[in-house]
């Protein structure tokens, strides 16, 4: 458990503690290889904080803010609290650390990896190679499957189960109990504008309301909101706003008929 803090030191996760910048509950089990970097990129400190019962699988990387609830399970390769680095979303980040909260009760499978400035509710999975980008918030009860893209600012809600491989793009919203399905795709720019400042419009992203259901490799345009228990068929385009309850399908989708509840 050894921390780089340039590359000339190395200090313990003893010392980390001694310091006040790692808090260890009682019963948490952390494999030897695991790093713990309480310094972003400018320097700045903050604490780790890891409650009762943890588990930290092998070479783990836990960020300075983050804050991790009892009884989570962090897998092997896992990294969490990652300073957003780099252009991104129209915008240069200089790796500024933040606060990064993981609930109770939460698995985190090996080599997912979640920025800084997500909030990660109570009893939540996620999946192998699961990618939370920066200012994502996910509520409890959720279950992300492998290889998922959950990109800037998207806010998940409760009870969601979003399938293997699907890609939520930034500031997207998905409703409570709202099931997304394996390899669906969104966007939110309609003119395909990057690196152009003078010229980018703003961002319209999808939004998903509550227990809507979109079957797999449907692809949701930007703009779209998918109303409440909406269903959406297998390899959809979603071009424009679906209603409530309505079932749609087809490219591009069109409605054929109403949820019965």
Request: aromatic share 4%.
């Amino acid at each position: 458990m050894l921390h780089p803090t340039t590359t000339t030191e190395r200090i313990t996760a003893a010392q980390l503690v001694q310091a006040g910048l790692l808090e260890i509950g009682a019963g948490c089990r952390l494999h030897p290889t695991a790093v713990f970097l309480p310094a972003d990129l400018q320097g700045t400190l903050r604490p780790i904080v890891l409650a009762e019962q943890v588990t930290v699988g092998a070479y783990a990387v836990l960020h300075g803010g983050l804050r991790v609830g009892a009884h989570t399970h962090i897998g092997h390769r896992v990294i969490l609290g990652e300073p957003e680095y780099g252009y991104a979303v129209r915008e240069v980040h200089p790796g500024v650390g933040a606060t990064t909260t993981v609930g109770a009760g939460v698995v985190i499978r090996a080599g997912a990896i979640v920025y800084a400035d997500t909030t990660i509710g109570d009893d939540i999975t996620i999946g192998h190679h699961t990618l939370l980008r920066t200012g994502v918030s996910v509520g409890a009860g959720t279950q992300l499957a492998a290889n998922l893209t959950v990109e800037r600012g998207t806010r998940i809600g409760s009870g969601v189960r979003c399938s293997p491989g699907s890609h939520l793009t930034a500031d997207t919203i998905v409703g409570d109990r709202a099931f997304i399905g394996a390899g669906v795709r969104t966007i939110n720019d309609k003119q395909l504008i990057w690196r152009d400042p003078g010229n980018e419009l703003p961002l319209t992203p999808p939004i998903f309301r509550e227990g809507c259901k979109v079957g797999t490799g449907a692809v949701v345009l930007a703009g779209v909101t998918i109303g409440a228990g909406a269903l959406v068929g297998a390899g959809s385009v979603v071009t424009r706003d679906v209603a409530d309850d309505a079932i749609v399908y087809g490219v591009p989708a069109a409605v054929h008929g109403q949820v019965t509840r």
